[in-house]
Each structure stands twice: as C-alpha cells, then as structure tokens.
C-alpha cells in the first residue's frame, strides 16, 4: 500500500510537472522547459504510463498538450506512439471519455490509422460537446493533411480557414501562428504572392509569442515562397536564420530541412561540392526520423548535385528513383523530381524521357504558379533534348535564353558538363556567326517561346 502510494505521488508529481510547463513550451521559454523535462524523461515516462493503467484520465488529459509537443520537438515519435498508444487502449470508449478518446486519437496515429477519418471524427465530436479548443485543433490537423498530403488545396483551405477563425475567437496566438503557415504551404505553388502573404503574417505572430521552433519552420516556408520568385537574397536570409534557430533548439528535423534549403541554393550558385557536404548531412539526420517528405527531397537534391557534380547519371537515376516514381502524382517533390530524372535521361540517352521532361513545365503551367522563375529551371534540359533533336539553331536560342534569363539555372549552366559538351557540338555544326546569332535571339526569348517545340498542338 505504501510503495502503490509512492507511485501515485510520483505519477502525479510529474504528470503535473509537464501540464505546468505547457504555456513555456508554447512561448518565450520553450528551450527551458524542453531542457527541464528533458532531464526528467524517463521519471516522465513512467509517470504517463503509470497514469494510464491507473486509469487517472485527469492526468492524463491534462499532459497530452505538453507531452504530444514535447515529443514533436524532440522527434521522439516512435515513444510518442507507444506512450499514446497505450493510452488509447485504456481510453477506447467514444461515448464513456470522448473528449480523452478524441484527443489521444489524433496525436502519433496508429499506422493503420485513416487520419482524414481520425480527425474528421474528433471535430464532429468536439462540435457536438461545444469544445471550440480541440475543435479548432482538429479541423486544423485536418485541413493540413487534405491540403499538404492529399495535395486538396482548396477542401483544405476551407479547413484550415476555419480553424483559423477559432483560434482567433479564443485569442491563442500559438495556434494562429501554425494554422497560418499551415495555410501559407497549402498555397504551395498555386499562388506564391498568398503563400508568401500568409507565412509573413504567421512568422509575425510566432515571434510575438517567442515560439521557436514555429519561427523556425515558417521561415523555411518564407525560403521556399521567395525562391520560387527568384529572390535569393531573402532566401539566404531567412535559410541563415531558420538554421541558426535550428540548430539553438537542437531541431533536427528543421535544421534537416534547412539544409536542404541551403543545399538548393549552393546549387544554383554553383557550389556543386559544398551542396554535397550539406545534403549529406542533411541525409545523416534522415536516418533518426521518421519523415518521407523529407527523406524524398534529400534524395531529389542529391540526384540533382550527383547529375552536375559527378556525372554519374545511373546513379542520379537510382538516387531519385529510389524515393520517387517517374510517374507519380504532382507533389511539392514534383518539379526538383522530373528534374532530376531530365538530368539522368540526358546523360543515359534516353531521349523519349528526356523530352517527356522537357514538356512537364508548359504542362504544369497551366496549374502552377512557380514565379517569373520557377520554369526556366528546365532550359538547360530543353537545351541538351533540342541539340538530340539536330534542331541545332533552337538549341544555341535555348541556350542563349539560359545564359540571360535563367537566373535560377545559373550553377548547371556553367558547371553542367554534358550541356557544355553539347554547346560546343552546336556551335561546330552552325558556324560561329549563326551560332552567336542564336545564342542571341535566345537572350531576347521569352520561355514561352519554347513552347511548340515540345508540345504538340492540342496538348
């Protein structure tokens, strides 16, 4: 009786603890407390399962916030799955505790768990009771997932522009800072002004609060939007600051993604090598997480740096086909995938990819916003298929085009090997003057120009 009681006060004592450090974990003292219930992890632990097969749903409710973020910052999903997976079979019972039931259900889902079901149900049910709190909390995770994984831009949206309004009603500035940025990478590349817009507004309200680890993530959201546009030194200011906040909060999930980022604009400056040695560290961190998006985009960046570094294009092919099909549905890992799948099919010889590539930006113009640079990503790979083609003269045009308007393509285009090659086959077969003729009715293009030569009409 004495050693049950020991353990009761020790359940409690804790279980207490980390409900008491949840305004800390969300505001200006999220490393302190993070540090805090770091050192108490596993007297934390024990106490939450204790809790559960006591039965004191009062504990446990009121950790879940704190636990759940705790372990989302500190990428321990595969604990937090165990830890609210043992509650949930305690708690099984929608119609006895459906507000426990609910609120465990939709944090570290079971694998064969459908989340658009999960989170659908635990908003209908917290509409019902009049819980506007995990209402807004569900309809959130809810619209986060149709809109960035189901790629449903718009049913997402609404969604997630309801939750907003919620949050808004109950004044939780923390809540608004997510759903905001939440809202900002739905925009992804249908409206790159909105996504933009939106991620300005959420980083406001995110360093109002002192939310870290928030701060962190939208300014990668702000990274990518200002890319797309071809503002590269925003992007490097906010990849700068995002790492460096990163890396403070010990992150690694967001200085992962960071490093992607980084590794993106090395790229496109050029820096082939110095990209390898950040996409590989961002590769190492991959190994302790449980993230697919990430993982892809990794792999999508190293096929691309492997492409133009190495030239090793089987093994380029290999890279971004081992985490992405040639084939797949569009995705924000689309346009860097059919790049690099352009790249290995130019240095293969595989001309009916390569020009399969080659048509992807005038198809997906038609659906995406990818700024006044965005597309002209693909000239260096319109450049080799058209010198395939013997349509030598459209090729040195295209090349003309790359060398003054593709500022995004700056890096393949002085360091890309094969596209060297062929530039110089290009000129041997005109001449120097039609070649420089070309080359300069190619600089006064625009990419639309391209057009006709891979598309047929009607497409």
């Given amino acids: 009786q004495a050693y049950q009681a020991v353990i009761e006060q020790h359940t409690r004592f804790y279980l207490t603890l980390v409900a008491d450090r949840e305004i800390d974990l969300k505001g200006r003292n999220q490393i302190d407390a993070l540090n805090e219930l770091d050192a108490d992890f596993e007297n934390l632990r024990m106490a939450w399962l204790n809790a559960v097969q006591m039965g004191q749903a009062d504990l446990i409710g009121s950790a879940i916030e704190s636990f759940s973020w ?31 039931y609910h609120r465990l259900r939709i944090h570290f889902l079971d694998e064969d768990a459908n ?22 909390i569900a309809v959130n995770l809810l619209g ?32 608004i800072g997510h759903v905001l940025d939440d809202i900002a990478f739905t925009y992804l590349y249908q409206d790159l002004n909105a996504r933009v817009s939106y991620a300005e507004k959420s980083l406001a309200v995110r360093e109002k609060t002192g939310d870290l680890f928030g701060t962190a993530g939208v300014l990668g959201n702000l990274a990518i939007g200002n890319f797309w546009k071809g503002r590269f030194d925003q992007v490097e200011r906010y990849i700068g600051r995002a790492l460096e906040i990163a890396e403070m909060t010990n992150d690694i999930r967001n200085t992962a993604w960071q490093k992607v980022y980084l590794a993106e604009i ?53 890279t971004v086909h081992s985490v992405i099909s040639f084939d797949a549905e569009f995705s924000m890992h689309t346009p860097g995938a059919m790049m690099a799948y352009g790249m290995a099919a130019a240095g293969l010889g595989d001309q009916e990819m390569l020009m399969r590539v080659c048509q992807f930006p005038f198809i997906a113009m038609k659906f995406v916003d990818t700024g006044s640079f965005g597309l002209t990503w693909f000239s260096p790979l319109m450049t080799v298929a058209l010198y395939n083609e013997k349509k030598y003269v459209e090729a040195a045009e295209c090349l003309g085009f790359t060398l003054k308007k593709g500022k995004i393509t700056y890096g393949y285009a002085k360091k890309w090997g094969l ?9 041997a077969s005109l001449g120097q ?9 190619g600089k006064e293009m625009q990419f639309t120009d391209f057009m006709p030569l891979f598309m047929k009409d009607g497409e």
């Fill in 70 to 100: 705790m372990m989302i910052y500190r990428n321990h999903h595969a604990i937090g799955q165990e830890l609210f997976s043992s509650a949930r079979q305690q708690w099984a019972d929608p119609d006895t505790t459906p507000s426990l």
């Fill in 433 to 441: 003057q039609e070649f420089n003729e070309a080359v300069e009715k």
């Fill in 419 to 427: 596209l060297q090659k062929n530039a110089a086959k290009v000129k």
């Fill in 266 to 318: 090395l790229q496109f400056r050029g820096n082939f090598e110095e990209a390898l040695h950040v996409i590989t560290d961002a590769d190492n961190i991959c190994n302790d997480l449980f993230d697919t998006d990430l993982r892809t985009q990794v792999n999508i960046n190293k096929a691309l740096i492997i492409g133009v570094y190495t030239e090793d294009y089987q093994r380029t092919f290999d």
């Fill in 115 to 136: 989340p658009e079901t999960v989170y659908q149900q635990a908003a209908d049910s917290a509409r019902a009771r009049g819980k506007t709190l995990e209402l807004a």
């Fill in 144 to 175: 986060r997932y149709v809109g960035h994984i189901l790629s449903d831009e718009e049913r997402g949206l609404r969604y997630l522009n309801e939750a907003l309004e919620l949050f808004q009603q109950l004044k939780n500035d923390f809540y």
